[in-house]
């Protein structure tokens, strides 16, 4: 099992910036993607942002310039810095992860943070 805690998100004014923090941990081997994806009321879950092992990353198009992802190996835990946000922007932000982790035997999934609050006011 993998646990992914999220920090860093909170009320902000439109064109401020926040920093969130989703950090991994448990009987992991190996953290293979991961990713930061929101969910708005009443729409679907989309992916934010994505970062492979590599550092490989990957955007949606309405934060592409404003957001950066990355991750620190060492560590197992991956960032998404926020800039020039704007009101639709709010949302709950998750953190995914793609891990293999080990117990009896070698179990790859993919985890879910718990969420965080990102509100950004006009």
């Known amino acids: 099992q993998v646990q992914l805690v999220e920090s860093g998100g909170g009320l902000v004014q439109a064109g401020g910036s926040l920093r969130l923090s989703c950090a991994a941990s448990?009987?992991?081997?190996?953290?293979?993607?991961m990713g930061w994806y929101r969910q708005a009321p009443g729409k679907q879950r989309e992916l934010v942002a994505g970062?492979?092992?590599?550092?490989?990353?990957n955007y949606a198009d309405s934060v592409k310039g404003r957001f950066t992802i990355s991750r620190d190996n060492a560590k197992n835990t991956v960032y998404l810095q926020m800039n020039s946000l704007k009101p639709e922007d709010t949302a709950v932000y998750y953190c995914?992860?793609?891990?293999?982790?080990?117990?009896?035997?070698?179990?790859?999934?993919?985890?879910w943070g718990q969420g965080t609050q990102v509100t950004v006011s006009s």
């Open positions: 995914n992860a793609d891990a293999l982790t080990t117990s009896l035997y070698l179990n790859r999934n993919v985890y």
């Open positions: 448990g009987r992991i081997i190996t953290l293979y993607d």
């Open positions: 970062i492979t092992s590599g550092g490989r990353t």
